[in-house]
């Protein structure tokens, strides 16, 4: 995962602002990953190298994340 214009998104919230959004994220891909039976291989900022057993788990929780986060979003 990864957060569109992390860095400019940054500089707009400030710190304080930015971890919160952070947080947020971890906690997001960590349910996904989880619910979909995947492990975090690392992570470093707002990236997460993340691996499935199948392709089919792999997409359903790319998928499902997606549209959890356009709903909040929009």
């Known amino acids: 995962s ?8 940054n500089t ?6 930015w971890i ?3 947080n947020a994220h971890d906690r997001l891909v960590e ?13 470093f900022g707002d ?4 691996v499935f057993s199948t ?6 929780a790319s998928l499902t994340s997606k549209g959890i986060s356009r709903s ?3």
């Open 2 to 9: 990864d957060i569109e214009n992390s860095t400019q998104l």
């Open 20 to 22: 919160k959004v952070l």
């Open 12 to 17: 707009q919230l400030g710190d304080a602002r």
């Open 31 to 43: 349910t996904y990953v989880e619910k979909y039976r995947g492990l975090i291989v690392k992570s």
């Open 47 to 50: 990236g997460h190298m993340v």
């Open 55 to 60: 392709p089919m788990l792999a997409i359903s």
């Open 72 to 74: 909040r979003d929009g």
